[in-house]
């Protein structure tokens, strides 16, 4: 079994899901006693959030640069980056290191395309949503098409995540708030909606609606737990 390295905190809230649905993976694959071998560095959240808001990507792409070397450092022989929203550095972070970044959405892209999705939603942070290293990346790699919820859709749900769900707070009028828009881009053509924050998966579930959900923390891990036993 090969040692994934995680760079977590981003929120840990998500994290502690990276760490659970890892753990489970390799125990459902082999059974027994065993559990995945992880190294994971943990960044603390707040100076990341201040970052992003002011716009200063080569600042966090400098943190977790130093945060994956020393995933490297400790023997890990691969990375997950444990969120959505800053594999906008991932190229940065991958360029520091010389084990390989298993990329978010490559993995979800991969499921997508062999579950014979074309047109796909995709919520987010705003960032994530408005701008393009995530969507370009699905479409120019894997040929999907992108659709994201409206300007005051896109406000919702980022306010939801950074205000609550990184706080741990889970509401029901969220939770519904999510399932209208999720309705609304599945009555507009998308066949599938991407849960493409990490933190979302807490709040909505396959089983609070009809629509199709990928959840990219466990289409993430469950790659991972591949790529450890191949």
């Known amino acids: 079994m090969k040692t ?7 929120s840990w809230e998500s994290t502690a899901s990276y760490y659970s649905a890892l753990n489970q993976g390799i125990k459902n694959a082999l059974g027994g006693l065993h559990s995945a071998k992880i190294n994971m560095v943990s960044v603390d959240f707040a100076e990341i959030e201040q970052l992003q808001h002011a716009g200063d990507w080569q600042a966090t792409a400098e943190i977790l640069s130093q945060a994956a070397l020393s995933v490297e450092a400790s023997g890990a022989d691969g990375l997950l980056i444990c969120t959505n929203t800053m594999h906008k550095v991932a190229d940065k972070i991958q360029a520091a290191i010389h084990i390989p970044v298993l990329h978010i959405a490559d993995a979800t892209g991969q499921l997508l395309q062999a579950n014979g999705i074309t047109k796909v939603g995709l919520l987010g942070t705003r960032f994530t949503m408005a701008e393009d290293f995530y969507k370009v990346r699905l479409t120019d790699q894997f040929a999907m098409q992108v659709m994201v919820p409206n300007e005051s859709q ?3 749900i980022h306010h939801v995540i950074y205000d609550e769900l990184c706080r741990g707070e889970i509401r029901s009028v969220s939770r519904q708030q999510y ?29 609070d609606t009809n629509v199709p959900l990928y959840d990219t923390t466990s289409i993430h891990a469950q790659r991972a737990v591949q790529w450890m036993l191949s």
């Not at 994934?4 to 981003?10: A, D, P, R, S």
């Not at 828009?181 to 579930?205: N, S």
């Open 4 to 10: 994934i390295g995680l760079l977590g905190g981003m």
């Open 179 to 207: 399932l209208e828009i999720i309705d609304d881009l599945h009555q507009q053509g998308a066949q599938a909606v991407i849960l493409g924050c990490t933190e979302i998966a807490l709040l909505v579930k396959q089983t």
């Open 154 to 156: 896109q406000a919702i």
